[in-house]
Each structure stands twice: as structure tokens, then as C-alpha cells.
């Protein structure tokens, strides 16, 4: 299944390996930060609503 890359083989693979890693990351701290923007958008949704 996987080509052989011959001595290429380690550089391949780690760059796809650092590319998942990266990927992931950004997709978690994407949905962390989404979270902390809709809890800050909800306070102030509630002080707007209290204030008039």
C-alpha cells in the first residue's frame, strides 16, 4: 500500500506525520477559540439585555 520511496522513506513520513499534527492543531484550537468567543458573545448578549 504505501510506495517505496526508497531513501526518502523517513523525510515522506515525517513531513506527513508534522503536517497531521499541525492540521489537528489548528482544528482544536479552532474549536477552543470558537467556544471562547461564543461565551464572551453570550455575556455581552446578557449585559445588552440588562442595560436596555
Known sequence: ???DLGKYTETVLSA??????LLV???V???MRGRRVRTELK??????????
Open 1 to 3: 500500500m504505501i510506495p
Open 16 to 21: 506527513y506525520g508534522i503536517s497531521i499534527v
Open 43 to 52: 455575556s455581552v448578549e446578557q449585559r445588552m439585555s440588562r442595560d436596555g
Open 25 to 27: 492543531a489548528l482544528v
Open 29 to 31: 484550537l479552532s474549536v
